[in-house]
């Protein structure tokens, strides 16, 4: 090592880990439950995927299990069942990553143009709503609103004298109608982060922009958006690592007999067959594979973020 090296490093020395613990303890405090919840619901359970790769049996644990290497894996992708299941997932994925991603940048950028403060918070509290019910009672809303007996939409139709619409038992809707739940109860709480990014934003930016006549567009496509890009580009990362999860509790409500062919994904799969049939080491090998396509989607996009000089997850 060079000797401006060594002085280089002699002039920055490792800092001990316990006076900064310590300065910042109420910090560490407040991240403590956060940090626990990851331990033991995420880190502790990663332990037990070797079941993946066992015949596991509850009565002889995980020591007592024969090994069987790959054997679920290979029953998994030679299953008929698995090209339908990977079909619909991704669909269901993509047509979120298309409709419901922008919604909540589009969202934020509307409600950033609106000067009337009392109008602003009031339509902020109404699209945050949504969030906090229950998949049950978006359900039965949906019901109530396109069930072709009891639904409002079929009764006005009956009320003009037209024709009924079987919209919940059309396979054709059911992806799309899945999206619109998404965007209904997820986009106005998904504005959160993006608002935050915009007010960052340096008033001076719109004003200097106002005085050289550039209109409401021309700010929010030099100013708004690329202070946005930052955030866009990493939660667009993350969401490509959730691309296998479609949601269990959505798609089990909405599942009938008449739209299985296009609504069995992974999650009801792993459900059906690997909870509810005790098959658990074909189950946790599907949800090993789903994880591992997440991981490779994450980095993959990590790359290429990188590549291109935007900002990255690490």
Known sequence: ?????????????KRPLWPDLKRDRYLYLLALPGILFFVIFKYIPITNLIIGFQDYSPYLGITGSPWVGF????????????????????????????????APIILALMMNEVRNQIAKRTVQSLIYIPHFLSWVLIYGLTYLMFSQSEGLF???????????IDILSNPKLFWGLLTVQSIWKEVGWGTIIFLAAIAGVDPQQYEAALIDGAGR???????????????????????LGTIMDTGFEQVYLMMNAAVTEVAEVFDTYVYRVGI??????????IGLFKSIVGVILVVSANKAAKRFGEESLY
């Open 1 to 13: 090592m060079s000797r401006s090296g060594s002085k280089a490093k002699s002039q920055h020395p």
């Open 71 to 102: 054997e679920h894996f290979t029953r998994f992708f030679s299953n008929p069942d698995f090209w339908m299941l990977l079909r619909n997932t991704m669909g269901i994925s993509i047509l979120n990553l298309i409709f419901f991603f922008p």
């Open 276 to 285: 509810r049939q005790g098959e658990f080491s074909y189950s946790t090998a």
């Open 154 to 164: 079929n009764k006005l139709l009956t009320a003009m004298n037209k024709d009924t």
């Open 217 to 239: 567009f021309r700010r929010m496509w030099h100013i708004t958006l690329p202070a946005m890009r930052n955030v866009i580009i990493i939660l667009f990362i993350l969401r």
